[in-house]
């Protein structure tokens, strides 16, 4: 009887500190430990609340452009320094790096497309506050084919992407899943590669990379296009405590999308101040003229939004962001009890309107970019 006492009392013990040592079920999937990376290691991250810390995707187009403009906007700069507060822009190859120091504590704000988004509002409190990329994934092969006649065919993917998520829908929309075809996840920079020695039969992929790969292939096509969209969202706290500051920022994304509008000359302009920001992540095999820049810029955010507005329709059940909230669960990237509340109450409308009622405050039509480097 005392043995059956003592083993009742073990497996209580374990009980509650397992309960202590998960108090947030819904953290457990969360971004890999970059804490080592050779690059980011060597980032220096804000120790007060002074330094406002954000990460940016110089690789990825119209977003890295508006992300590293933050760092060149004196209108900015001078508004921050009034109250106190500075800026520290920091590169990273994908958003889902960025996540990683986000939930950290590192970042205060970051972008990142559509999925990246969605973890960081399970994994982190985050608001969500407006759209820097409204643009396209494309599937591209060397031959035409029509989306039936995928069976069967090798198809390079990034695992865990909008483009990953479209690709399955468009199988879907033909009656097929992703045991009609052979998937093989690849890094983005590696598909056309693959596809020029036929290695595979098709590549998805997003901008700049499907404008590169048919730059330099001449005999790749596009066989369809489907919707992406990228994102700039802040830590809740960061929010919740600092919004003047999130106010004054989101006004320089409002002012960096409308000097962007004016002129073609300010569009190769920003090209050519946002490259370093690419540079530091030793890309020089992935050069990116300011003409490809110009063309994307205008193809993936001004053609659509020059005021950054956050798409409605989206956060419906039976939007595009619902489906890849469900995708996401379906391949356990996130936990099963997943809130879509939450995650659809992390999307703030009402922000971007108020700062543009205000826009003599916020002096969105006011611009301190320099001349030249």
């Not at 829908?169 to 075809?181: A, I, N, P, R």
């Not at 509008?261 to 030793?282: G, I, V, Y």
């Not at 703030?348 to 309107?353: F, H, Q, Y």
């Amino acid at each position: 009887m005392r043995i059956k006492i003592f083993f009742l009392i073990l497996l209580v013990i374990i009980f509650n500190s397992a309960c202590k040592q998960n108090k947030n079920p819904l953290s457990v999937v969360s971004s890999p430990n970059l804490s080592n990376h050779p690059l980011y290691s060597t980032y220096k991250f804000g120790e007060d609340e002074s330094i406002i810390d954000i990460g940016i995707q110089p690789l990825s187009i119209p977003p890295g452009i508006i992300g590293a403009l933050f760092g060149y906007d004196g209108v900015l700069r001078d508004s921050l320094s009034a109250k106190g507060y500075e800026i520290r822009i920091h590169p990273f190859y994908k958003s889902a790096d960025s996540n990683f120091f986000l939930e950290r504590g590192d970042l205060e704000l970051a972008t990142g497309g559509d999925m990246p988004a969605i973890l960081a509002a399970v994994n982190v409190d985050v608001v969500i506050t407006s759209l820097v990329k409204y643009g396209y994934s494309s599937i591209i092969s060397d031959e035409f084919m029509l989306i039936s006649e995928f069976k069967n065919k090798r198809i390079g993917y990034p695992h865990i992407s909008n483009a990953h998520f479209s690709l399955l829908e468009v199988l879907k929309s033909s009656g097929m899943d992703e045991k009609d075809t052979e998937l093989i996840p690849m890094k983005i920079v590696d598909m056309a590669g693959a596809l020029s020695r036929g290695d595979i039969d098709l590549f998805t992929t997003w901008e700049p990379n499907s404008s590169l790969a048919l730059k330099e292939n001449s005999n790749f096509m596009v066989l369809h296009k489907s919707l992406n969209t990228s994102y700039l969202y802040f830590s809740k706290i960061f929010f919740d405590k600092h919004l003047e500051a999130v106010n004054y920022i989101l006004a320089s994304q409002l002012r960096s999308m409308k000097w962007l509008d004016k002129s073609e000359n300010n569009r190769f302009l920003a090209a050519k101040l946002t490259a370093p920001a690419r540079f530091d992540l030793n890309t020089d095999s992935m050069f990116i003229s300011p003409q490809l820049i110009n063309r994307i810029i205008l193809g993936d955010l001004l053609s659509v939004s020059s005021s950054g507005e956050l798409p409605s329709g989206e956060l419906n059940l039976s939007g595009r962001i619902y489906k890849e909230f469900l995708f996401l669960k379906e391949l356990g990237k996130l936990p099963i009890e997943s809130d879509w509340d939450k995650i659809k109450k992390s999307f703030n409308r009402s922000i971007l309107e108020n700062i543009l009622d205000q826009r003599i405050k916020y002096k969105i039509n006011e611009y301190m970019y320099p001349l030249i480097l």
